[in-house]
């Protein structure tokens, strides 16, 4: 099995290759590529994300036929994805982070700043805070309810249809951290940092 | 909820651990890999490297420390110490670092902050202010320690947090080494002035100092050197020492 991670030149994705290389040893090959004949021929894509909603989608659209072909992986031949911090968030129609962008429009609805309630929480939201599990999601197998995971992010994904939503986070609000929608997966939090219990959400994916 | 968070921090010199853990087991006590894997088995947090390299020739030894350390630790890993531009930046997030501390190239150009965390994304960009009492006032030294700047360590803190760092690391000099606890009027007063979380650093001497960092200090986590190492504390003891205070850690 080839499991790609989209290299698409934004942001930094060692750790996610690290974490990835790590849990698959030696029975899945972990390509890292912007080539699109290798993605195509993959198994299951991780779509990873730093930095701004806006400087992603733009780095995507830099290389030509990426997001064609990422949209006949994900939407038309339903191959599992998943998409990481800003990955996920790129899922949705339109970004706020520095001027309004399309996003991929895989899941309906938006990314806005996290209401920090005029300064009491602080932004960005950095640190281990713990997950709560609304619907069973099959990278959640042997997931324990209110486990911890890493999160630094400063905005939010809000999907029209709450059904997607498989956990939240508190900070400030109840922050959407994870999605699933048939084929497609997302974690707002970062599972390739967030020590043994995020290897396992990583492998969960892997052993789709 | 979000949890306070303990990072361990390693000083790194030409490779080497300098300062430690001192375990008996230890296979090899200077190796950065082996001990930064033991903080993050004991429920460290992050862990933190400062490369206190003097010498030109060996500053590459850290990226060789950060690459092998970042395929055995699956926490986030800061790494700081001489971060001059972009480029620096730049090759240790390659290699594996989550986040790098700048601390001297913050102050003497604005750009390396603004560029790198358009760049790179504020998440990953903190920035280091060493501050030092002069009469009401902190001001940045810069160097290690060796220059004062004159800047004020308030409103630095407020012009970094525009730039767009995504931490503040705030040391106090005039603790540091001495064990008897943060400068609580200093992080609190960074603390209430920007919007970004503060680690605390500088002067930890026991659990209670963390417990203060936090609910006095109002700092989102922090960072701690000597508490750490032959093994006086473990990172475990310190959380469930906090939990005891009602602190909320990642247990």
Same mark, same amino acid.
């Given at each position: 099995?080839n499991?790609?991670?989209?290299?698409? $030149?934004? @942001?930094?994705?060692?750790?996610?290759?690290?974490s990835?290389?790590?849990?698959?040893?030696?029975?899945?090959k972990?390509e890292v590529? %912007?080539?699109?004949? $290798?993605?195509? &021929?993959s198994? $299951?894509?991780?779509?990873?994300?730093?930095? &701004?909603?806006?400087?992603?989608v733009?780095?995507?659209?830099k290389?030509?036929?990426?997001?064609?072909?990422?949209? =006949?992986?994900?939407?038309?031949?339903k191959?599992?994805?998943?998409?990481?911090?800003?990955?996920?968030?790129?899922?949705?129609?339109?970004?706020?982070?520095e001027?309004?962008?399309?996003?991929?429009?895989?899941?309906s609805?938006?990314?806005?700043?996290?209401?920090n309630?005029?300064?009491?929480?602080?932004?960005?939201?950095?640190g281990?805070?713990?997950?709560?599990?609304?619907? =069973?999601?099959?990278?959640? !197998?042997?997931?324990?309810?209110?486990?911890?995971?890493?999160?630094?992010? &400063?905005?939010?994904?809000?999907?029209?249809?709450? !059904?997607?939503?498989?956990?939240?986070?508190?900070y400030?609000?109840?922050?959407?951290? %994870?999605?699933?929608?048939?084929?497609?997966?997302?974690t707002q939090?970062?599972?390739?940092?967030?020590?043994?219990?995020?290897?396992?959400?990583i492998?969960?994916?892997?052993?789709? | 909820?979000?949890k306070?968070?303990?990072?361990?921090?390693?000083?790194?010199k030409?490779?080497?651990?300098v300062?430690?853990i001192?375990?008996?087991?230890?296979?090899?006590a200077?190796?950065?890999?082996?001990?930064?894997?033991?903080?993050?088995?004991?429920?460290?947090?992050?862990?933190?490297?400062?490369?206190i390299?003097?010498?030109?020739e060996?500053?590459?030894?850290?990226?060789?420390?950060?690459?092998k350390?970042?395929?055995?630790?699956?926490?986030?890993?800061?790494?700081g110490?001489g971060?001059?531009?972009?480029?620096?930046?730049?090759?240790?997030?390659?290699?594996?670092?989550d986040?790098?501390?700048?601390?001297? *190239?913050?102050?003497?150009? %604005? !750009?390396?902050?603004?560029? &790198?965390s358009?760049?790179?994304?504020?998440?990953?960009?903190?920035? *280091?202010?060493?501050?030092?009492?002069? @009469?009401?006032?902190w001001?940045?030294?810069?160097?290690?320690?060796?220059?004062?700047?004159?800047?004020?360590?308030?409103?630095?803190?407020e012009?970094m =947090?525009?730039?767009g760092?995504?931490?503040?690391?705030?040391?106090?000099?005039?603790?540091?080494?001495?064990?008897?606890?943060y400068?609580?009027d200093?992080?609190?007063?960074?603390s209430?002035?920007?919007?970004i979380?503060?680690?605390? %650093?500088? @002067?930890?001497?026991?659990?209670d100092?963390?417990?203060?960092?936090? !609910?006095?200090?109002?700092?989102?986590?922090?960072l701690?050197?000597?508490?750490?190492?032959? @093994?006086?504390h473990?990172v475990?003891?310190?959380?469930d020492?906090?939990?005891?205070?009602?602190?909320?850690?990642?247990i």
């Open positions: 099995m499991v790609a991670i989209v290299d698409y $030149k934004s @942001g930094n994705i060692s750790s996610v290759i690290n990835f290389k790590e849990v698959a040893k030696d029975r899945v972990i590529s %912007s080539d699109l004949n $290798k993605i195509k &021929s198994d $299951k894509v991780v779509l990873p994300g730093q930095g &701004s909603f806006k400087s992603c733009d780095a995507l659209n290389i030509k036929g990426l997001t064609d072909t990422l949209n =006949e992986f994900a939407i038309t031949k191959k599992p994805l998943l998409g990481i911090c800003v990955g996920l968030q790129m899922f949705a129609d339109v970004g706020y982070e001027t309004e962008t399309k996003g991929l429009g895989w899941i609805g938006k990314v806005s700043k996290i209401d309630q005029n300064g009491k929480f602080k932004l960005p939201h950095i281990w805070n713990q997950i709560n599990i609304v619907k =069973e999601s099959k990278i959640f !197998k042997d997931i324990e309810n209110n486990s911890h995971m890493y999160f630094v992010h &400063s905005y939010e994904f809000i999907p029209n249809d709450k !059904k997607v939503i498989s956990a939240t986070t508190d400030s609000t109840n922050i959407v951290c %994870s999605v699933e929608k048939e084929n497609i997966f997302g939090f970062h599972p390739e940092k967030s020590d043994m219990i995020g290897l396992k959400i492998d969960n994916f892997i052993n789709l | 909820m979000l306070n968070r303990i990072i361990p921090c390693l000083d790194v030409n490779g080497r651990v300062k430690g001192n375990f008996v087991d230890l296979k090899d200077g190796d950065p890999v082996e001990q930064a894997k033991i903080y993050s088995d004991g429920g460290a947090d992050e862990i933190c490297f400062l490369d390299t003097a010498s030109n060996n500053r590459d030894t850290i990226y060789d420390v950060v690459e350390t970042s395929k055995k630790c699956f926490v986030p890993l800061t790494v110490g971060v001059r531009s972009v480029e620096d930046i730049n090759k240790l997030l390659n290699c594996g670092a986040k790098v501390s700048i601390n001297t *190239a913050a102050v003497e150009n %604005s !750009k390396v902050v603004i560029d &790198s358009k760049k790179f994304g504020s998440q990953c960009i903190v920035v *280091a202010i060493d501050a030092k009492k002069n @009469g009401d006032k001001e940045v030294f810069t160097h290690g320690g060796r220059n004062n700047s004159g800047i004020d360590a308030l409103e630095y803190a012009q =947090e525009k730039n760092a995504g931490e503040l690391l705030v040391t106090s000099m005039d603790r540091d080494g001495t064990q008897v606890g400068d609580i200093l992080m609190s007063k960074i209430s002035k920007v919007n979380p503060v680690i605390a %650093s500088g @002067g930890v001497g026991n659990l100092h963390l417990v203060d960092g936090i !609910k006095l200090g109002k700092a989102s986590a922090v701690a050197a000597s508490i750490f190492h032959y @093994g006086k473990s475990k003891e310190a959380k020492y906090l939990d005891s205070k009602g602190i909320p850690v990642r």
